[in-house]
T-cell receptor, first 112, second 116 residues
Framework: GENVEQHPSTLSVQEGDSAVIKCTYS??????FPWYKQELGKGPQLIID?????GEKKDQRIAVTLNKTAKHFSLHITETQPEDSAVYFC???????????FGTGTSLTVIP | GAVVSQHPSWVICKSGTSVKIECRSL??????MFWYRQFPKQSLMLMAT?????????EQGVEKDKFLINHASLTLSTLTVTSAHPEDSSFYIC????????????FGDGTRLSIL
């Protein structure tokens, strides 16, 4: 089966700085990679996703890059704000509707 | 956008009680819903895949008779924790996907279950 690893487990950055979270996956058949943000006591919220036919996708301050050859993908948050503080999960799946394999999560703290 | 509603958000009950958690897709039809369990500061662990009109598919190690799943309509799936014990205390989260609009999975806000 698929194995998704995520690093770092915790990350602290100063407000305004950038944050990068990295994930690797094992199954070359995986072709869909979403990122979720989870705030305390809430369910995960989709913030950005990327499919295997694209190398990079950007949405305002958030971007995701994918390297299919190396089987890794990363989340980049620029100009971080305190409200970006949360736990972020990466995931991999074969198509959007199939089972997601989640990373272990990164607790991001943005220090004002 | 797609909205998934989960109810209740928080439940406390005595050991031995059965607890039902509902997951509804509010503005789309979901032929498939997923149920996850999350322990504090850990990732989401898939428990089962719920398919409308058929039996759920359980992940290895998840007791079917303990965690009953019913997906009787295109907008509702339920998870019943039968004869709950303190070790069943956890955060349970469902997700659903709008296949018609080819949207990715959207998650409910979870149910915090505490068994005394």
């Amino acid at each position: 089966g698929e194995n998704v690893e995520q690093h770092p487990s915790t990350l602290s950055v100063q407000e305004g700085d950038s944050a990068v979270i990295k994930c690797t996956y094992s199954d070359s058949a995986s072709n869909y990679f979403p990122w979720y943000k989870q705030e305390l006591g809430k369910g995960p919220q989709l913030i950005i996703d990327i499919r295997s036919n694209v190398g990079e996708k950007k949405d305002q301050r958030i971007a995701v890059t994918l390297n299919k050859t190396a089987k890794h993908f990363s989340l980049h948050i620029t100009e971080t704000q305190p409200e970006d503080s949360a736990v972020y999960f990466c995931a991999a799946s074969k198509n959007t509707g199939n089972q997601f394999y989640f990373g272990t999560g990164t607790s991001l703290t943005v220090i004002p | 956008g797609a909205v998934v509603s989960q109810h209740p958000s928080w439940v406390i009950c005595k050991s031995g009680t059965s607890v039902k958690i509902e997951c509804r897709s509010l503005d789309f039809q979901a032929t498939t819903m997923f149920w996850y369990r999350q322990f504090p500061k850990q990732s989401l662990m898939l428990m089962a895949t719920s398919n409308e009109g058929s039996k759920a598919t359980y992940e290895q190690g998840v007791e079917k008779d303990k965690f009953l799943i019913n997906h009787a309509s295109l907008t509702l799936s339920t998870l019943t924790v039968t004869s709950a014990h303190p070790e069943d205390s956890s955060f349970y989260i469902c997700s659903a996907r709008d296949f018609v609009r080819n949207q990715p999975q959207h998650f409910g806000d979870g149910t915090r279950l505490s068994i005394l």
